[in-house]
C-alpha cells in the first residue's frame, strides 16, 4: 500500500514539475513576426528569455504591421517586440480601449528619424545643412521621372510617415519644387539607398533609425525647427488645415503587450520592462546581423551569449541561471560553464549540412556592376522613360476621359458586336474615373501599353526562331520556365538597384513576367500549321521569308494573338507588384489599403483592377479569334433561340 501512495506521488510530482516550470506565464505566447531586422532582433531576445528564462512556450505568428496590431488588440498574439509609440492609429484605438499596452523603453534615449543626405552630399555641398536650402541645392536631387522638378523619397506607402511628410513638404513650400516619390515598400527604399550611396549619388530621403542601413552608411540629417508637439499632432492628419513646420519628435520604442498578457503574466511583464539596449547596442547588432546573414534569432542568440551582464539585471536570478546554463556562458561573463553543454547554440547555429552559399559573391558581384555600371543602366532608364513611358503616358493624359471612354466602347462594340458589352465598357471606365481613380488609371495604362508593347517586340521574334530550331527550343525553354517560375522579389532588388525606382523597375519585371506565355504560344500556333500548306508554298517557289509572311503567321494567327492577350494579362496582374516597387497606378491604392488595413480602398481599387482586366480581356479575345471565327461569333450571337 505504501509502495503504491509513493508512486502515486512520485506521478503527482512529475506532472506538476513542467507546470512549476512555467509558472510565469501561461504558454504559449505568440509574438508577431516582424519584418524589420530591429524588430527582429528585439523579438529574438524576448523569445529567448520567455523560453529558457522562464520555460514558457513561444510561437511566431506571420504578418503584416497593420494585421498584427488588429490580431494583438484581439488577443489572437501576446506581444509586438518593437512598437514606435503614438505611430498608429489602429495601436493607439487598442489602447484607448485597454485592450493593448505599450510596455518598456526597449532603445535608450528614443529612436530617431528625419530628412537625410548622404554624408558626402554635404561635405561637398558646405551650404547645405537646413531644409531651407533645399532650394539652392535642388538641381542635386533631379528627378529621372520628371527632369523638370526634383525629388524626394518618401516613407514606405501606408506608414503614416508618409502623411506628415506629404504635409511638411507642402509647409515649407518645397512641393513646388520636389515631387513626393513614395517608394511603395521598405525594401524598395532601401535599395534605391544602398543603390546611391555606392554610387556616390545625392539622394534626399526620409529615414528612421535603430536600422541596419542607418549603422553601415554615413546619414546626415537635414535641420528642422524644434519639435512642436501641437504642430506635429496637426501635421499626422492627412487633412490637417495647419501650415506649420516642426522638427521630429524622438520616439519612444517599447514593446507592445495585450491587456490579458499583462494580467495573466506579471512577472514575465515586469520583466519586458526592464529590456533595455543603447542605440550603439542595437545599431551595432543589427549592423552585425546583416553583414553576417544571421536571422533576427541567430543573432539574438549571440546577443546574449556576449553580453551577460546587459540581460542579467532584467531577470530575476532563477531565470538568469537558468538562460546562463541554456547559454553556457557565466553570469559574469567571463568564463564559459560548458560549451558542450549548450544545446541551445548547437540547434540554432549548427547544421549537418556542408556550408554552402551563394549569398556573399552575388551580393559582391551585384555591388560591383552598380559602382562600375551604374551609369550605364541609368541611361537605359532614361532612354526609357524619355522615349517609351513619359510620351504614351503624356499621350493618355491630355485626351479627354470622355473620349478614351468612347474609344473604349466603339472598339468593345467593333470586336464583340454587342451593344451591351460597349456600354458596360464605358460604365465601368466612368466608374473607375467616379472612384477618384483615372489618374490611377492612366499611370496604370501607360505602364500596360509600353510592357506589352516591349513584350510583343521582343517575344514574337523568339518564338518563330523557337519555332524554326530544336536546339534553340532545348536551349530557350529552361529558361523560360525559371522566368515563369521564380518568385518576381527575387530579381527585383537587383533591377531596383540598377535602373532605380520607378516605373522603369516595375517595366523590366512586368516584361520578364509577360513574356514565357507569348513566346511559348508562338512557338506552338507556327509549329502547328498546316504542313500541306507550307509545302504547297514551296512547290510555287516561296521562300522562307514569303512562307512565314504569307502562310505561316496567318495560320498562326489565332495562337500568337492569345499569347498577347496572356501577356496583357500577366501584365495587368503585376499592377500591385508594381506599386511595391515605386511605380504609381492603381496598385498604389491596393498597397495603402494592406498597410492600413482600408477595406473600403482595397476593394475601390481591386474593383477597378477587375473592371479593366475584363475589358482588355473581352476586346484582345475578340479580336484574337481572326476575322472569319469573329463573324462566326457575331451570326451566332444573332441567331434567334431555338
Known amino acids: 500500500m505504501r509502495q503504491w501512495i509513493a508512486l502515486s506521488l512520485l506521478c503527482m510530482s512529475a506532472l506538476l514539475l513542467p507546470l512549476s516550470a512555467s509558472a510565469a506565464c501561461e504558454s504559449p505566447i505568440k509574438f508577431g513576426a516582424l519584418t524589420w531586422e530591429s524588430g527582429q532582433f528585439t523579438s529574438g531576445v524576448l523569445k529567448y528569455i520567455a523560453e529558457e528564462g522562464y520555460g514558457c512556450t513561444v510561437e511566431e505568428v506571420p504578418g ?25 492609429p489602429i495601436m493607439e484605438n487598442a489602447i484607448e480601449q485597454n485592450k493593448v499596452a505599450v510596455i518598456g523603453d ?80 521598405g525594401a524598395a527604399l532601401d535599395a534605391e539607398i544602398a543603390s546611391a550611396f555606392e554610387q556616390h549619388k545625392p539622394l534626399l530621403f526620409y529615414y528612421w533609425q535603430p536600422t541596419g542601413l542607418m549603422a553601415k552608411y554615413d ?40 491587456t490579458p498578457f499583462i494580467d495573466t503574466n506579471p512577472e514575465l511583464a515586469e520583466v519586458f520592462k526592464r529590456v533595455q539596449f543603447t542605440s550603439d547596442e542595437l545599431n551595432g547588432a543589427i549592423l552585425e546581423m546583416s553583414e553576417s546573414k544571421r536571422s533576427g534569432d541567430e543573432q539574438a542568440l549571440v546577443f546574449l551569449r556576449d553580453n551577460p551582464d546587459v540581460w542579467r539585471g532584467w531577470l530575476s536570478e532563477e531565470a538568469a541561471t537558468n538562460l546562463a546554463t541554456k547559454l553556457g556562458v557565466s553570469l559574469d561573463g567571463t568564463t564559459s560553464i560548458d560549451d558542450t553543454a549548450s544545446t541551445l547554440d548547437q540547434s540554432v547555429l549548427s547544421s549537418s549540412f556542408p556550408s ?32 517609351l513611358l513619359l510620351p504614351i503616358e503624356r499621350l ?3 485626351i479627354p476621359p470622355w473620349l478614351i471612354i468612347a474609344l473604349v466602347a466603339v472598339l468593345a462594340w ?77 530579381y527585383l532588388i537587383p533591377v531596383l538597384m540598377l535602373f532605380g525606382i520607378g516605373k522603369v523597375p516595375a517595366l523590366f519585371a512586368t516584361v520578364i513576367y509577360a513574356l514565357p506565355p507569348l513566346i511559348r504560344l508562338t512557338t506552338l500556333g507556327v509549329t502547328q500549321v498546316n504542313h500541306e500548306m507550307v509545302e504547297a508554298g514551296r512547290s510555287f517557289g516561296s521562300t522562307h521569308l514569303q512562307l512565314l509572311i504569307w502562310i505561316k503567321l496567318p495560320q498562326a494567327l489565332p495562337s500568337i494573338m492569345a499569347g498577347i492577350n496572356q501577356a496583357v494579362m500577366m501584365s495587368l496582374a503585376m499592377v500591385v507588384l508594381a506599386s511595391m516597387i515605386g511605380a504609381p497606378g492603381l496598385g498604389e491604392d491596393v498597397l495603402q489599403s494592406i498597410q492600413t488595413l482600408n477595406i473600403g480602398q482595397g476593394l475601390q481599387a481591386g474593383m477597378a483592377i477587375v473592371i479593366v482586366a475584363i ?26 433561340i431555338g
Open 615 to 640: 475589358i482588355i480581356d473581352r476586346i484582345t479575345q475578340a479580336f484574337g479569334q481572326g476575322k472569319r471565327a469573329r463573324q462566326k461569333t457575331i451570326k451566332a450571337g444573332r441567331r434567334p
Open 64 to 88: 503584416a504591421g497593420p494585421a498584427l496590431e488588429t490580431a494583438l488588440s484581439q488577443n489572437d498574439i501576446q506581444i509586438i517586440g518593437e512598437q514606435w509609440i503614438g505611430r498608429s
Open 396 to 398: 493618355l493624359t491630355i
Open 414 to 490: 467593333f470586336g464583340v458586336r454587342k451593344i451591351w458589352f460597349a456600354l458596360a465598357c464605358g460604365a465601368g471606365l466612368f466608374l473607375i474615373g467616379a472612384f477618384g481613380l483615372w489618374g490611377a488609371l492612366i499611370d496604370t495604362l501607360a505602364l500596360l501599353i509600353v510592357s506589352v508593347l516591349v513584350t510583343v517586340v521582343i517575344g514574337i521574334p523568339i518564338g518563330i526562331a523557337m519555332s524554326g530550331s530544336k536546339l534553340l527550343r532545348k536551349i530557350v525553354t529552361p529558361v523560360l520556365d525559371v522566368m515563369q517560375t521564380m518568385p518576381s522579389f527575387v
Open 219 to 258: 546619414f546626415a540629417a537635414l535641420e528642422f525647427p524644434d519639435h512642436k508637439d501641437a504642430c506635429w499632432q496637426d501635421l499626422l492628419l492627412a487633412d490637417g488645415t495647419s501650415d506649420c513646420v516642426s522638427g521630429f519628435p524622438v520616439s519612444p520604442l517599447g514593446i507592445a503587450a495585450s
Open 106 to 185: 526597449t532603445l535608450k534615449g528614443g529612436a530617431t528619424q528625419g530628412w537625410y543626405v548622404p554624408k558626402y552630399v554635404l561635405e561637398e555641398n558646405p551650404g547645405l545643412r537646413r531644409y531651407q536650402d533645399l532650394p539652392k541645392y535642388a538641381d542635386l536631387f533631379k528627378d529621372p521621372e520628371d527632369p523638370s522638378k526634383s525629388r524626394f523619397m518618401n516613407c514606405p506607402s501606408g506608414w503614416t510617415c508618409e502623411i506628415f511628410n506629404t504635409r511638411l513638404l507642402k509647409n515649407t513650400g518645397l512641393d513646388s519644387i520636389f515631387n513626393n516619390a513614395h517608394p511603395g515598400t
Open 356 to 387: 554552402w552559399s551563394l549569398e556573399t559573391p552575388l551580393n559582391n558581384a551585384l555591388s560591383s556592376v552598380v559602382q562600375n555600371y551604374g551609369d550605364v543602366f541609368r541611361t537605359i532608364s532614361t532612354v526609357t522613360l524619355t522615349y
